[in-house]
């Protein structure tokens, strides 16, 4: 599952850079830059970290 969220935070960089070619109006790279960023949290927080508090040390 970590692999997974760590494609997913690749993914949301991905998005984030991929704004600067798409076009050249400032709100569109805005908004594809906060999705990117969405989704990289959701990577981090929502997946990886899941995977991690799975098997956390103070649950043994």
Do not use: Q
């Amino acid at each position: 599952m970590a692999f997974v969220g760590l494609a997913v935070v690749v993914l949301g960089f991905i998005i984030s850079f991929a704004s600067l070619g798409v076009t050249e109006d400032v709100t569109v790279r805005l908004i594809m830059t906060l999705v990117g960023i969405a989704v990289s949290l959701f990577g981090i927080i929502g997946l990886i970290n899941k995977a991690y508090l799975k098997d956390a040390i103070w649950k043994k």
